[in-house]
Nanobody, 121 residues
Framework: QVQLVESGGGLVQPGGSLRLTCVASGTIFKINAMGWYRQAPGKQRELVAAITDDGSTTYADSLKGRFTISRDSAKNTVYLQMDSLKPEDTAVYYC???????????????WGQGTQVTVSS
């Protein structure tokens, strides 16, 4: 099995920064991609950013330039650096992994439990 654990959320003032961390653990053979999603109250979950095993990145158009995704493959960890935060960035941020597991060598889609980010003065 695979587990994803997020950390780094919290309360920040508008214009501030936060860095989210997601660590994958378990019977991991290979991580094909990891990404961050967010869900605000009353809204659907949306993609924030994703990064593949070759380092290719994808961002939501509205977040380009403010958010940066990166990874440490040796640590099975992905980061989300969030700068110039706005109140509308308030949401629960979830980590998702497309992970090949040892048991089947098939890809397993895993979600973390989420971390709350609140941008408010």
């Amino acid at each position: 099995q695979v587990q994803l654990v997020e950390s780094g959320g919290g309360l920040v003032q508008p214009g501030g920064s936060l860095r989210l961390t997601c660590v994958a653990s378990g019977t991991i053979f290979k991580i094909n991609a990891m990404g961050w999603y967010r869900q605000a109250p009353g809204k659907q979950r949306e993609l924030v950013a994703a990064i593949t095993d070759d380092g290719s990145t994808t961002y939501a158009d509205s977040l380009k330039g403010r958010f940066t995704i990166s990874r440490d493959s040796a640590k099975n960890t992905v980061y989300l650096q969030m700068d110039s935060l706005k109140p509308e960035d308030t949401a629960v941020y979830y980590c998702k992994g497309a992970i090949v597991i040892v048991e089947t060598l098939g890809e397993f889609g895993a979600w973390g439990q989420g971390t709350q980010v609140t941008v408010s003065s």
